[in-house]
């Protein structure tokens, strides 16, 4: 069996990571590291086989828990975990630049003591800045790195972090720079659940500034299965950008979810921009497509109406949610525009 040491695997991401390898890796065991922040969720993880998952809660700046928690003849480390929302970056920057930065340092660290043989660092296309609008340009491995916000500046620190680590000490490590990822399972702050959440419940959907902004979106399984072509295939030292050419403005997604619910579009309220907001994303996947063999198979339908149905279905997961500490930020985040 390989081990593999995955972190924020109770997150969005890493919890359709930790699923789909469990289900299409029968020789891998997984030891699932997570701190269980207010995106951290153990429903995520719910009926997952104990004898080839298990579960530590703990923070991966905690270096003594950390040395302690990663196995001894690892094979992997996969990063996901991630202060990994821009609003909040804006509000507080603090948080994102310890556990995006010095997380990810303890964990390269904790690697090389361990012999780990290869990490995997979870990155963004957010690295890469904003792109004009009615361009033809794309983000390919070569663009620039110029974040934006504090969230996007801290996963770019951490992309050098990493490389640091391979240029000093050669630690095997590859990057993956993924777009806007939607899927069940994701917390309703983002876009597209909070969309559907708030569309269910017949509330305000809060669109920022003109909602002309547009996202490379992709369906989180196809993004997780880059991933693992990553491990299995990348080249060490090389970064991958991860994209399903699926550019979408966001008032088209939110106009999308509306009609599949059947909700009017009376409901969309257009609030004040984000700060800082990055207007365009748009992926160039040539080289994961050429080099991992990697393409998406989730279709944009496809994706947003699986993601609909979860939600529909799942209405205690997001409840429970809804009912925590997101009364508070739900409240200083769209209060005052909303009403
Ligand atoms: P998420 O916010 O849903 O989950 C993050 C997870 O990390 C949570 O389970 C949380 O408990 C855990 N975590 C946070 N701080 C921690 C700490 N100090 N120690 C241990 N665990 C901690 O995020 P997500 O959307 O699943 O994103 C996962 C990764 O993918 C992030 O690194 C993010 O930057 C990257 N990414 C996300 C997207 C996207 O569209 N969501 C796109 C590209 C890349
Ligand atoms: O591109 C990859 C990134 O995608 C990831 O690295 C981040 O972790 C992830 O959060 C996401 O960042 P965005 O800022 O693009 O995602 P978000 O869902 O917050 O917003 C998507 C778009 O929708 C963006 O243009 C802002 C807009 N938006 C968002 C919210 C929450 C609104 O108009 N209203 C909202 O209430």
């Known amino acids: 069996m390989r ?21 299409e890796q029968p ?61 909040r970056s804006i509000h507080s920057a603090d948080e994102f630049l310890r556990t995006n930065i010095i997380g990810t340092q303890v964990l390269l660290d904790a690697a090389r003591a361990k012999g780990v043989r290869r990490f ?20 390919t491995e070569a663009s620039p790195h110029k974040p934006n916000s504090p ?7 951490a992309e050098f972090v990493v490389r640091a680590a391979r240029e000093t000490f050669g ?12 899927g069940p399972r994701q917390f309703p702050e983002k876009l597209i659940p909070l969309m559907i959440a708030n569309a269910m419940n017949d509330e305000p959907l809060p669109v920022y500034g003109d909602g002309q902004n547009v996202r490379d979106w992709i369906f989180v399984d196809d993004h997780c299965r880059a991933i693992w072509l990553a491990y299995e295939k ?4 090389e970064a991958y950008n991860i994209g399903a050419r699926n550019e979408r403005r966001n008032l088209e997604v939110v106009r999308s979810i509306l009609a599949a619910l059947g909700k009017p579009e009376s409901l969309i309220r257009y609030v004040d921009d984000r700060l800082g907001h990055d207007r365009r994303y748009a992926i160039d996947p040539i080289k994961a497509e050429t080099e991992l063999g990697w393409r998406p ?21 997001v409840e429970h949610i809804r009912n925590g500490e997101y009364r508070e930020y739900y409240r200083q985040m769209y209060g005052a525009a909303l009403g």
Request: net charge negative; proline share 3%.
């Open 3 to 23: 081990k593999i040491f995955v972190t924020g695997g109770a997150g969005f991401i890493g919890s359709a990571f930790v699923r789909q390898v469990l289900e």
């Open 27 to 87: 020789d891998v065991e997984i030891v699932d590291y997570d701190a269980l922040t207010y995106a951290g969720n153990l429903e995520n993880l719910a009926g997952l086989d104990p004898a080839r998952h298990s579960f530590i809660k703990g923070d991966i700046c905690d270096r003594p828990a950390v040395l302690e928690a990663m196995p001894e003849g690892c094979d992997a480390v996969f990063n996901f975990a991630a202060e990994s929302h821009v609003d």
């Open 120 to 139: 995997v660092q979870v990155s963004t296309d957010e690295v890469m800045g904003s792109l004009p609008e009615d361009d033809s340009a794309f983000f």
């Open 151 to 157: 969230y996007a500046a801290s996963k770019a620190a």
């Open 171 to 182: 630690v095997d490590a590859v990057i993956t720079r993924c777009g806007n990822n939607y």
């Open 234 to 237: 990348g080249r060490s030292g």
């Open 297 to 317: 198979q989730v279709t944009w339908e496809e994706g947003l109406a699986a993601t609909i149905d979860w939600y529909r279905e799942n209405q205690a997961w």
